[in-house]
């Protein structure tokens, strides 16, 4: 997730195994995708914020010239180390803690979550804070008004898991209809001009956009009551490129219509868009967009 969101090349059949809870990891052994335990930081390493604001560690303060903790930590400072006033790098590093965050919620599998992310918690740089009792490992509460966009995104797009079991299911994609004579699968992987991937597609090293249809009939296990599981169908568009780029809805075969549910573009994930099936759209540079099927 970190190397795919900060641009990295030939990232995005790993990143795909990953969104859809590591079946490649888990499957063979019978387990399900609750037992993929989906983290983009933890108590060790760099927060959130500090994922998007350094590309070094800086853990001088541990007294071990900074020979401490991990050197690579797949992060990306989007261009100054550490703290600025640009309101441009500003911008960019709110909305990738955004994309990280979301994707995480749109994952398959069971999210963890460090404390103090959803806030934009620092420890400046610090990756290795086991040693600190300190203001670089407190948590600073005044964060809760100061990036009061962030928080009220983190409890829009965990709101949006809770309430959609597409993103929670209990078995692994299967890449199947689920009745004989269905054209639409449980999952399907589309690339922006709306036409389903193919094995040159995920071969392209540079190609950092995808569309993700999770059909949210297609869910075959039922829930712990022995019920069956339907909900709404979704659609992931995903765009880690350096510049927009025009999206084409998939044919009226996966939806009629479709509104916008979730946008890390906007600084507490709005969007006011609805689409029809073939309607081209545009995707920022460095977002998602979540959208709903509604006809």
């Not at 560690?57 to 071990?64: L, Q, T």
């Not at 044919?251 to 507490?268: C, F, K």
């Not at 709005?270 to 460095?286: E, M, N, W, Y």
Request: aromatic letters at 10%; proline letters at 4%; one cysteine or more.
């Amino acid at each position: 997730m970190r190397d795919y969101w900060r641009g990295e090349p030939a990232t995005l059949g790993e990143f795909a195994s990953r969104l859809t809870g590591s079946s490649d990891l888990y499957e063979a052994t019978g387990r399900r995708p609750s037992a993929s335990i989906n983290f983009v930081t933890a108590h060790d390493g760099f927060t959130l914020n500090d994922l998007v604001s350094y590309n070094d560690k800086h853990n001088e303060a541990n007294g071990e010239n900074n020979r401490d903790g991990e050197s690579y930590n797949r992060s990306w400072n989007c261009g100054v180390e550490g703290p600025t006033d640009d309101p441009d790098i500003l911008a960019l590093r709110a909305r990738q803690m955004r994309n990280m965050w979301a994707t995480l919620m749109v994952s398959q599998g069971t999210p963890m979550i460090a404390h103090g992310d959803e806030i934009g918690r620092t420890q400046y740089g610090n990756n290795n804070v086991y040693c600190q009792d300190s203001e670089l490992s407190w948590m600073d509460w005044s964060l809760v008004d100061k990036n009061a966009d962030l928080l009220a995104f983190a409890r829009k797009a965990t709101t949006l898991r809770k309430n959609h079991k597409v993103f929670r299911r209990r078995r692994f994609f299967e890449g199947e209809p689920i009745r004989s004579g269905d054209e639409v699968r449980d999952i399907a992987w589309l690339t922006p001009s709306g036409r389903e991937m193919t094995h040159e597609d995920w071969g392209r090293g540079f190609d950092r956009c995808v569309a993700v249809f999770l059909n949210g009939e297609a869910i075959t296990a039922p829930d712990a009551r022995g019920e069956r599981v339907v909900d709404d169908s979704f659609l992931l568009c995903f765009n880690a490129h350096d510049h927009d780029v025009e999206f084409v809805m998939p044919h009226d075969g996966y939806a009629q219509q479709w509104t916008g549910e979730l946008d890390t573009n906007d600084p507490v994930g709005d969007i006011d868009l609805t689409v029809t099936a073939t309607d081209t759209f545009s995707v920022p540079a460095r977002s998602l967009l979540v959208l709903r099927k509604t006809l």
